[in-house]
């Protein structure tokens, strides 16, 4: 039977994965809650379509920091890709460049970046930082991920402790001595160290450190996890150049609000001067189609990559971008929109229930 929507993905999934993988993958913190209404607040936005319009011609294309991609629709950084798929982030990676969408590729990757480059030479990617408590090491990253043509840089900012996530609790998950984080190894003078922790991330790490990370790189930076207005203004303050809304797939603080929820209020702060994108809950072109009335340039996905990963490697990720690009475009379609510009916030109302 052919999979026609994500979650036929996410069903096949679980039959391919082992437990504890599975496990990993779909796991939250805390009792699941933001996880589970990251989407379930979609379903509380209903549309408002308007007809008879000319929608002969739809343009699912846009722009993120100036770049065009071929829908609003990219792949967030996720880690060890490895576990869904023998070949990994080579496998994403290829999708995306043929998607003509923006890849995050994770500090965790599985692959090396320069494999993951090699992989796809002409791919649109953006790399995702997670501080390290070592500033020579974050340096040499950073300057690496520059000369390998990697287009922004993607600090992510909701980490600074690791959520309280049960399952991998309960399956006593340990990374630190099962996977070799080969890019953070590979650095200069690092090469004896056998296995590096999986979260020696800097806690100290603060606003006022952007700074540094500034004067080390020419590359535009994005702030992931941004949740509240109040973040986003000391965003714009700090000069960033823009904002994923995310709580990280439910995955670090639970009762936060669903993604969704919360982009609403971090557009408003910014005032239209950076560029606000959305990550957590989507999984129909419907969603996608929500999140741009409400303000975000761009979705990014994580799980339903790993589901497609896991389903059939390189071509399970191009049939996840398909399906949803396809749905984007029939939402768009029975909506009036001809292209993404054509997309406001008059699309969208709040149910009463």
């Given at each position: 039977m052919p999979m026609v929507c994500l979650t036929d993905f996410e069903a096949s999934a679980q039959k391919h994965l082992s437990k504890s993988t599975w496990d990993y993958i779909e796991g939250a913190a805390g009792e699941g809650?933001?996880?589970?209404d990251n989407i379930a607040a979609f379903k509380k936005i209903l549309l408002r379509p308007r007809y008879l319009k000319d929608v002969s011609q739809v343009d699912t294309r846009t722009t993120i920091q100036g770049e065009e991609i071929s829908a609003p629709i990219c792949i967030s950084p996720t880690g060890f890709h490895c576990l869904a798929w023998p070949d990994g982030e080579l496998s994403t990676a290829r999708a995306a460049q043929a998607a003509g969408i923006c890849y995050i590729t994770s500090t965790y990757a599985s692959c090396t970046l320069e494999d993951i480059v090699a992989a796809a030479p002409r791919g649109f990617r953006w790399f995702q930082l997670y501080v390290q408590r070592d500033r020579q090491l974050n340096k040499q990253l950073i300057q690496k991920v520059e000369s390998l043509g990697f287009r922004a840089l993607v600090i992510t900012v909701d980490v600074p402790k690791l959520g309280n996530r049960r399952q991998d609790i309960r399956n006593q998950l340990n990374w630190k001595t099962n996977l070799l984080l080969k890019d953070l190894r590979s650095l200069p003078e690092r090469n004896s160290t056998p296995h590096l922790q999986m979260f020696p991330i800097d806690s100290a790490f603060c606003w006022d450190d952007l700074s540094w990370v500034q004067s080390i790189t020419q590359l535009p930076i994005i702030l992931k996890g941004i949740l509240t207005k109040e973040d986003a203004e000391l965003a714009l303050k700090h000069k960033v150049h823009g904002i994923i809304v995310s709580n990280h797939g439910g995955r670090q603080l639970d009762e936060v609000p669903a993604?969704?929820?919360?982009?609403?209020?971090?557009?408003?702060?910014?005032?239209?001067?950076?560029e606000v994108y959305l990550d957590g809950g989507v999984r129909t072109g419907n969603d996608v189609l929500k999140a741009l009335a409400l303000g975000a340039k761009c979705v990014f996905l994580g799980r339903p990559i790993l589901w497609g990963l896991a389903c059939k490697g390189e071509h399970g990720v191009k049939e996840v971008l398909n399906i949803l690009k396809d749905e984007f475009h029939t939402s768009m379609a029975l909506t009036g929109c001809r292209s993404v510009a054509e997309i406001n916030r008059n699309l969208v109302q709040f149910s009463r229930l």
């Amino acid at each position: 039977m052919p999979m026609v929507c994500l979650t036929d993905f996410e069903a096949s999934a679980q039959k391919h994965l082992s437990k504890s993988t599975w496990d990993y993958i779909e796991g939250a913190a805390g009792e699941g809650f933001t996880k589970d209404d990251n989407i379930a607040a979609f379903k509380k936005i209903l549309l408002r379509p308007r007809y008879l319009k000319d929608v002969s011609q739809v343009d699912t294309r846009t722009t993120i920091q100036g770049e065009e991609i071929s829908a609003p629709i990219c792949i967030s950084p996720t880690g060890f890709h490895c576990l869904a798929w023998p070949d990994g982030e080579l496998s994403t990676a290829r999708a995306a460049q043929a998607a003509g969408i923006c890849y995050i590729t994770s500090t965790y990757a599985s692959c090396t970046l320069e494999d993951i480059v090699a992989a796809a030479p002409r791919g649109f990617r953006w790399f995702q930082l997670y501080v390290q408590r070592d500033r020579q090491l974050n340096k040499q990253l950073i300057q690496k991920v520059e000369s390998l043509g990697f287009r922004a840089l993607v600090i992510t900012v909701d980490v600074p402790k690791l959520g309280n996530r049960r399952q991998d609790i309960r399956n006593q998950l340990n990374w630190k001595t099962n996977l070799l984080l080969k890019d953070l190894r590979s650095l200069p003078e690092r090469n004896s160290t056998p296995h590096l922790q999986m979260f020696p991330i800097d806690s100290a790490f603060c606003w006022d450190d952007l700074s540094w990370v500034q004067s080390i790189t020419q590359l535009p930076i994005i702030l992931k996890g941004i949740l509240t207005k109040e973040d986003a203004e000391l965003a714009l303050k700090h000069k960033v150049h823009g904002i994923i809304v995310s709580n990280h797939g439910g995955r670090q603080l639970d009762e936060v609000p669903a993604s969704i929820d919360a982009l609403t209020e971090v557009v408003a702060a910014v005032k239209g001067k950076l560029e606000v994108y959305l990550d957590g809950g989507v999984r129909t072109g419907n969603d996608v189609l929500k999140a741009l009335a409400l303000g975000a340039k761009c979705v990014f996905l994580g799980r339903p990559i790993l589901w497609g990963l896991a389903c059939k490697g390189e071509h399970g990720v191009k049939e996840v971008l398909n399906i949803l690009k396809d749905e984007f475009h029939t939402s768009m379609a029975l909506t009036g929109c001809r292209s993404v510009a054509e997309i406001n916030r008059n699309l969208v109302q709040f149910s009463r229930l």
